[in-house]
Each structure stands twice: as structure tokens, then as C-alpha cells.
């Protein structure tokens, strides 16, 4: 029987895509899903406005059409294996390498052009997850009225949990099934957040369509929720950075930095130097990437202004003399991860 997950429906409609060479081939193929699952009406609708989407008949510019058609038959290619579904880990990895290939592809052109087909693909990608791959309304509205019945009708509690339950799941959309697989790539987790920081980029653009903000502020909000999971504290590990640690780790402290930016080497080796401390939080999935840097300056006094601490010159102190500690810059390295509180823990850790 047909599942209502994510993956599969993907494979499906994308085999009908496929297969479909005309109407007749079409209907046969439709004709056979309708007698698999009550679901299959769903997934027909999806096919048949993804073979319209791929053959250009949908009300687009010329352009956009073009990159459409061109976003589809790489999800496409990128999502069948031979005559063969592929697993949903198989779909996952495709449509990442996919992204990246595209994104890739265009930040090659180096010029407004290659930027403005970035910013089109990037949202007809995200267009294609809000929208196809989201919540069925009208399950939704089903599992409602059929609640509400069994209430009405004062069913034992088994059966109006189970409702319950069958309610709870038409609410997930398809599209977490896809987020769930892909965190479990290597480097999917990474994926993830750079896709949400992708995603934020594009809903605060001006090119944003009005009639897609709503589709996509529910893509973002559970894309957060997903992400959010991921970095609990209980996953983050604390590290106390020196200048012995890591060169490639060093450097993205210091390109990272948004409070006060470092200027020369010499303002990263003074900031984990003598009387510095520089506290990261670092993800086991993300293992070379700053999820969050503190910087503290240990002195013997509250300092009269920041500049004094950013001194080179300051001198130093020896450690029984030290019975102050001020956290004077604190940063969040990800884009993809604004909203999700970290840099409240990280302090709390490191006090």
C-alpha cells in the first residue's frame, strides 16, 4: 500500500512524471493507484500538476518556467534509481547534492544574472516543499469532523484517542519525513541550517511573493522546531578555545565575530590569551563549526569601558589577583539557527 510519507510520495508522483508519455499512459497509471490506497487521489492531483509544471503549461514567465522545468527534471533524475524506488536516505542525498550542484552551478555566472537565477531557483525550490509537500487541508478538515463525531456519539476512549492520533499526523507536514532523512547524512545537519538561512534570506528579499509568505513561514517555523530538537544543550559540547586549539576553528571564530571585529591575528591571540577566556559550543554533527562564541576578560575590576578589554597593551594579571569576569561579546555563528536560543546556555555553562 501506498504510504503518506514524504519520500514516497515523491517517488511516486516522479514515476508517474516519468512513465507518463501521454494522457492514456497517464490515465492507466492512475488507474492503478486508485485501486492501491485512498490516498493515491492525492498523490494523482500532485503528478498531474508536476507533469504540466515540467511541460511548461503553468501560467510563468518565460524565464521562470525554464527553471522550473529545470528544477524538476533534476529532481527527476535525481529521485529514481533504474525501474526501482530508491530508499528515502538514497532521495535525501540526491535532492542535497542537487541543491548544492544548482547553487553551485549559478554563484558561477559572478554577475547579477547568476545572483538573480540563485535567488528564482532557491525560491521555486522552496516554493515546490511549501506547497506540494506541506499538509493535506482537507484530511485535516476529515480527521476534525471525524473527531468531532465520535464525540458526539460518546465512543469509548480507545477509539477517540486513536482519532486523536490519526489528527496528529495529517498536521506534520510531508516535508519533515525529508528533513528527518537528511539530518541523518553526514553533513546533513549542516545542510539543514544553511538551507534555513537560505530560506530566511529569501522571505525577507523584496522579490518575495506575498501569496507565498504564509507556505513558507510554515516551512520556516518547522524547520526551526526540527532544528531547535537537534541543538538542545544536551547534544552541545563546550569547548574553551586557546591559541593552541585548531587553526580552520580559530579562523571562523574570527570571521564569525559580529560585536567587536577582529582586525589582525594579533586581536585573535590577545582574545585567548592571558586573562581571556574563549568559550565555544560546538555540535558532534558539526564538529569543525562554532555554533556560538563568548569571549570573557578576566580582571580585578569592572572595566570602564569595552575598549579598554579590546587593548592589546592591558596588562596582565596574575590569577589570584583576578575576581572579576566580564562576558563582553557574544555571537551566533548560523544564520540558519536565529530564533533557536543557545546563547543563554552557553553563558549558564561557562559560569
Known sequence: ALRCSLSLRLCDCLQAARLSTGTRRLLRVQSRCLSSHAQSQKQLSFSADFLRRLQGETDLGTAERKLEASLHQHLLTAAMKGEEHPSPEEIAERVCAFYKQQQGGQCREGNEQGRTLLLEGKRLFFNLLADKFGVDHKEIASSVD???????QGREEATILHSEGHLRKSLKPFYC????????????????VDLRGDLLDIMRSPEMKTADMPHFHELDQHLKEFLAQWFSVRFLELHNLTWESPCDIMEKVSLYE???PLRHWKDLKHRVGTNRRCFVFIHPAMPREPVVVLHVA???????????????KMEHLPLDEVN???FYSISATQKGLAGVELGNFLIKRVV
Open 146 to 152: 471525524s473527531l468531532l463525531e465520535l464525540h458526539a
Open 177 to 192: 519525513s525529508l528533513f528527518t532523512h537528511i539530518s541523518r547524512l553526514e553533513g546533513g545537519l549542516k545542510f539543514l
Open 258 to 260: 559580529a560585536v567587536h
Open 298 to 312: 578576566l580582571t580585578n575590576e569592572p572595566a570602564s569601558s569595552v575598549q579598554v578589554l579590546l587593548d592589546r
Open 324 to 326: 572579576s569576569a566580564v
